[in-house]
């Protein structure tokens, strides 16, 4: 006699022999095997299906883990200890524990350095995102760990990140750099604008509200905020609801945004409007930089002409009196009032200009690098394209002077020839570029 194991698992599948001598044992059998295989076929693919999962979300947190840039036991004493304060300072300030966002990119960079250097604990965050070579920033990177100051590899737009940090460290200010920079790629990637300088903001701020002690917060604005302002040297009272470009208009939408927070949270907050910042370690995408490599390289610049022939003109600033404006406005920029979310008080909402309060021509920053590079830049001359440009910038600055004497002191001719001999010693010239 087969057994029943015969029955249900036959040689040739579907073809089932029937040796039974009795018919009505033999429907029992049929009925009582068809049941069986169904009820077994079911149990077999619930098991299949519940190991596909359990399979999925191993492979998941897997990957969620081997991608986690952050987290875990080590980590948050690194964010601990670079948070750390160093030194105190007189008159009873104390020494502050500083969150820099943006501490990869280029004036991030700088900020922290000279925090710590200084004394102040500082956490650096960047997301390293490929808006220009990551290789620069991973090298920034490198000099920021050299100095001590760990940075935390992550999006502003993590909350969750944004919140582990605020649990773990007592942050006294933010110092908010962090970014989608550059006034022309707007046209090209107009999404990257809204998800770091709108909605990466709100994140930051709600982390900031909600903390306990609520830290003093310091950002970046931009000139580029007067947008078509004719009315020259620029004020922060000067109206600025005429932006050029969409970078313009989400740096405004950022003033208006802190405005909200300060007024219903009670956040401290400073608003920086940075002219043209320039220098070491600078970004490539800016045009001292990338006219400096293609003029080495033996590669056409093109150089942009306002209306009626008129060179356009900016009040490019040295990234090292950007840093004094930076440190001085969070030494003055006050407490915030609330905490966990409750405002107790008004907190200081301000704005300042950080500029030259020179302005140059185009032109002029180019004969400059050709002296200093000792090469003739081939100029291609073109009517500036509808773009998101604005034909000049011009800084007043006597706001950063009255409240934290901010007085810039390098020219252009001065700035830029340190510019091009970090330039040199980074991608090397001997006739040849390296980069
Ligand atoms: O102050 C700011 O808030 C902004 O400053 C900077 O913007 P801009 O002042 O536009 O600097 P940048 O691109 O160096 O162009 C300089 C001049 O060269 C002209 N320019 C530019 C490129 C080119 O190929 N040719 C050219 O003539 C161009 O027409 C312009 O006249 C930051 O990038 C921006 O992120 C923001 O921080």
């Not at 956040?267 to 045009?287: C, E, H, K, N, Q």
Request: charged residues 20%; aromatic residues 12%; hydrophobic residues 35%.
């Amino acid at each position: 006699m087969r057994s029943l194991e015969d029955e249900l698992f036959p040689s040739t599948p579907g073809k089932v022999k029937i040796e039974r001598t009795n018919m009505l044992n033999r429907q029992f059998y049929r009925c009582f095997a068809s049941t069986s295989t169904m009820f077994l076929w079911a149990l077999f693919l619930i098991a299949l299906t519940a190991s596909y999962l359990s399979f999925q979300s191993f492979v998941d947190s897997g990957h969620r883990y081997l991608n986690a840039s952050w987290g875990g036991i080590q980590w948050e004493k690194q964010v601990r200890n670079s948070a750390q304060i160093q030194k105190q300072r007189g008159g009873g300030s104390g020494g502050f524990s500083v969150l820099v966002t943006g501490s990869a990119g280029f004036v991030g960079s700088h900020v922290s350095i000279a925090l710590k250097k200084r004394g102040d604990g500082v956490v650096g965050l960047d997301n390293f995102n490929n808006y220009y070579d990551p290789s620069l920033k991973k090298a920034r990177k490198s000099l920021l760990n050299k100095n001590g100051i760990f940075v935390v590899e992550g999006d502003l737009n993590d909350a969750r990140l944004l919140s582990k940090l605020f649990d773990i460290v007592a942050f006294t200010h933010v110092m908010h750099l962090a970014a989608q920079a550059g006034v022309r790629y707007a046209m090209e990637n107009p999404g990257s604008y809204v998800h770091s300088n709108i909605a990466g903001l709100v994140t930051l701020l709600e982390a900031c509200k909600s903390a306990n002690p609520q830290p003093s917060i310091v950002w970046a604005s931009s000139s580029s905020v007067y947008g078509l302002n004719d009315k020259v040297p620029f004020s922060e009272l000067d109206q600025t609801d005429q932006p050029a470009s969409l970078y313009a208009a989400t740096k405004k939408a950022g003033e208006e945004i802190t405005h909200t927070y300060n007024h219903i949270y009670g956040l401290s907050i400073t608003g920086l409007r940075f002219f043209t910042v320039y220098g070491p370690w600078g970004r490539p995408d800016m045009a001292y930089f990338s006219f400096t490599r293609n003029i080495l390289q033996g590669k056409p610049i093109t150089v942009y002409r306002g209306k009626n022939r008129v060179d356009l003109a900016r009040d490019f600033t040295y990234i090292d009196d950007i840093v004094k404006g930076c440190l001085g406005s969070l030494d003055t920029s006050g407490k915030s009032t609330g905490s966990g979310g409750k405002k107790r008080g008004p907190a200081p909402y301000r704005i300042f200009n950080l500029g030259n309060t020179s302005p140059v021509t185009v032109p002029t920053l180019v004969s400059i690098l050709e002296r200093h590079l000792k090469v003739k830049a081939k100029k291609n001359i073109v009517d500036m394209p509808g773009n998101g440009d604005v034909p000049f910038t011009h800084a007043n600055i006597s706001l950063a002077s009255r409240e934290f004497g901010y007085k810039p002191t390098t020219d252009l001719q001065t700035g830029l020839k340190k510019f091009v001999k970090w330039y040199l010693s980074y991608y090397g010239y001997n006739g040849k570029i390296v980069d």
